[in-house]
Every structure is written in C-alpha cells, then in structure tokens.
C-alpha cells in the first residue's frame, strides 16, 4: 500500500542541524511532488517545504527560508528536508505529504493525500 516513513528527527539544540527522510513506497514516488508539513504543540499544522517531482522547483515558508532545504533522491525514493541554524520554535512533529495533484505541489493540507507517521523535533534553547 502506498506508505511514507519519515526518520531523522531528535533533540538538538539550538544553533544545530538536523536532516529528516521520508521514504515512499507502494507509488511511483517520481511522478509526485512532496512536500513538509509541520505542527507545534497547540498550533495547526502548517507548511514547511515543498518540491516537484523533479526537484527543480522547490518552495520554502518564509519562517524558514535560508535555514532548511529540501531536496530528493527519486532513485532512492526518498524526500530529505535539511534543517541548519534550529531555534526553539522550529520544535514541532514533522510529517512529510504526497501531493495530491501528481508532479506540482501546493501550499495546503488539502493538496496532500498522503502522510508519514511524524517524527519529533526538538530544539533546546
């Protein structure tokens, strides 16, 4: 069935990186775009990245742009979100989503169709 694992989250503190996967299976992960989702505890789940099937076209929330980078490796069926100088409010359950609509992305929950479990970030201040 069609399935997103992510992995990579923790506790850092603040300063620090860490690199989150989400690996795909049961689709053809290349003809999706992808995207990061993320939601604090009390607050709505919001986008973080988002990028196109084939990695050219990439989006960033202006929360975090300049500090993370989303990336992909369709051979490995795999979407990565780099995320360098964390601070405290970057703390939140990370999910990663497939894109609704096949090769392009959007900006809402509602363009997404799918979802990983969540992994726990944790930025210490």
């Known amino acids: 069935q069609v399935q997103l694992v992510e992995s990579g989250g923790g506790l850092v503190q603040a300063g620090g990186s860490l690199r989150l996967s989400c690996a795909g299976s049961?689709?053809?992960?290349?003809?999706?775009?992808m995207g990061w989702f993320r939601q604090a505890p009390g607050e709505e789940r919001e986008i973080v990245a988002a990028?196109?099937?084939?990695?050219?076209?990439?989006y960033y929330a202006d929360s975090v742009k300049g500090r993370f980078t989303i990336s992909r490796d369709n051979a490995k069926n795999t979407v990565y979100l780099q995320m360098n100088s964390l601070k405290p409010e970057d703390t939140a359950v990370y999910y990663c989503?497939?894109?609704?609509?096949?090769?392009?992305?959007?900006?809402?929950?509602?363009?997404?169709?799918?979802w990983g479990q969540g992994t726990q970030v944790t930025v210490s201040s």
């Open positions: 989503a497939r894109s609704r609509t096949g090769g392009s992305y959007g900006r809402a929950e509602s363009e997404y169709d799918t």
């Open positions: 049961g689709f053809t992960f290349s003809s999706y775009a």
């Open positions: 990028i196109s099937w084939t990695g050219r076209s990439t």
